[in-house]
């Protein structure tokens, strides 16, 4: 893999996240085989659903930028649908956000004081 071309302590993150990304395509490969399997048992069926949408989360959030963004995943399989939104907001836009709203706020306030 590429830590064994690059010495670099990058390299070897970067080959670490690959492996774990493969482990958890494998795993939410095998959850999605399992689902139909277990029609009788919603318990059961809902778990998977519910583990698999976890997968589904940890494989997009790595390749997220950190900015706010909204990703939907819809799989259609012969006997079921999937679907999977992703909503994340870097902190720093919140954050961004909120003051705005302070600051009209203010404004408002200011407004409605001087009438």
Known sequence: MLATILK???AVDTTISI??????LKELSR???EIPQHEEDKMAQQSLLRRGGQLVN???QDMMPGQSSET???LNLAM?????TVRRESTEEVKRLREEIEELKRLLRGEKGES
Do not use: G, N, T
Request: no cysteine; glycine share 0%; charged share 30%.
């Open 72 to 74: 939907s995943l819809e």
């Open 58 to 60: 940890d494989l997009l």
């Open 31 to 33: 959850v999605i085989v």
């Open 80 to 84: 079921i649908k999937l679907r999977h």
């Open 8 to 10: 670099s302590p990058k």
């Open 19 to 24: 492996v774990e990304a493969y482990a958890k």
